[in-house]
């Protein structure tokens, strides 16, 4: 087993890191107070060809691997966790869903403008009454005169407020349950299609979260995202390579956690010497350390196995339970160890500890995920 990163994955690692600590980080605290999606941090970042990471050159993208992409999400939200789950949800959610499911002229239509970082890209699968119980969906589609007529509303949608293309489930055939549930591609613009007003969130604050609306919505048939009835079954394929993502963001927001704490317990006297030389504060520094490894190991390894084409749902999800969890922790202490001064927005650690708590409940909570990891083993 080998457990170097390749050349191309160090130059990426390398590149996203230093871009991400010296252009996004100084803006991170000012990304929070706006509450404002950073759109010329998003073109840099469609510059140096990093929209589009994991999906193929011919369609817009870079052709870069999922541990690449698992890479970048991390160091992007080491520096600003809000700007890490914008770049994920448009690449995981946004975009891949074209890339697993739609036609030749889908991808070339509608993935490589995304890819290319035109615009942002969102995926609308949550509602007021279907959360974790996804299959629960009650928007519908309807057949009318050769087009898709669409009502109902989705709720909690990331990007969707800068989307230029949303793709949503819907259910086409009530009677057959899950089996029912279809994919569509609803463009930005499209005659009843509303997105509603911004949340104000706990944290993540500088990301763009809106309820969508949709009133007798007409699409042509075409828009429909591979095949009718498969609309469950691909987004759980979805959700699968988003929780990877997650997991990656986890370890970013871990990172930072320790960073700073770290940078902190160097700097900090009390009796008469730096709090980096008590035992008590060295151990929270090393049980830091330690899960934050473990949870970057299991991301590379889900990401490797997706990049092999094995199956890495049980993977995924061990990694996103395990990841976002630590990531809470991790938090927790940074603010423990900075004491007072970790309660006041002066320091980083308090947005942490704000931006982190959605992890473990995003993409399936962390109760979803035992679910999944139960059923893989047999339960």
């Not at 979260?209 to 394929?237: A, C, H, I, R, S």
Request: charged residues 20%; proline residues 3%.
């Amino acid at each position: 087993m080998n457990f170097d990163l390749s050349s191309e994955q160090a130059l990426l690692q390398k590149t996203v890191r230093e871009f991400a600590q010296e252009v996004i980080k100084p803006q991170a605290k000012n990304i929070d107070e706006n509450g404002k999606i950073p759109e010329a941090i998003l073109k840099q970042l469609a510059e140096l060809e990093l929209m589009g990471l994991p999906f193929p050159e011919k369609y817009g993208g870079a052709g870069g691997d999922y541990i690449m992409y698992a890479i970048a999400v991390e160091e992007i939200s080491r520096a600003c966790a809000s700007t890490g789950i914008t770049y994920a949800a448009h690449i995981s959610l946004g975009s891949a869903p074209f890339y697993l499911f739609g036609t030749e002229e889908q991808k070339v239509k509608f993935l490589t403008p995304l890819a290319q970082g035109h615009y942002l890209g969102a995926f609308g699968l949550t509602e007021p009454n279907a959360g974790s119980d996804a299959g629960g969906t009650e928007t519908n589609a309807l057949k009318k005169d050769g087009r898709w007529v669409i009502n109902g509303s989705k709720i909690f949608i990331t990007n969707a407020g800068y989307a230029g293309t949303v793709v949503i489930t819907a259910v086409t055939d009530r009677s057959k349950g899950k089996k029912g549930i279809s994919s569509f591609i609803i463009p930005r613009g499209t005659k009843g299609f509303s997105i509603g007003k911004e949340f104000d969130k706990l944290g993540l604050r500088g990301s763009n979260t809106v309820p969508l609306y949709f009133d007798n919505v007409e699409v042509p048939e075409d828009y429909l995202l591979g095949k009718e009835g498969e609309g469950f079954k691909q987004f759980l394929q979805v959700l699968d390579g988003g929780r990877i993502s997650i997991a990656a963001m986890a370890v970013g927001i871990a990172q930072a956690c320790l960073d700073a704490s770290l940078e902190y317990a160097k700097t900090r006297k009390q009796f008469g010497q730096t709090i980096s030389k008590f035992q008590a504060i060295q151990f929270k520094l090393a049980d830091m350390a330690a899960q934050i490894e473990l949870a970057r190991t299991m991301v590379y390894r889900a990401a490797w196995l997706k990049d092999q084409g094995k199956p890495f749902s049980y993977e995924a999800a061990i990694a996103k339970l395990f990841a976002s969890e630590m990531a809470t922790q991790a938090a927790s202490q940074a603010i423990q160890i900075h004491g007072g001064y970790g309660y006041m927005k002066e320091y980083p650690v308090e947005r942490y500890y704000r931006d982190v708590k959605l992890l473990e409940i995003g993409e399936g909570t962390s109760e979803i995920q035992r679910l999944v990891i139960a059923r893989h083993l047999g339960c």
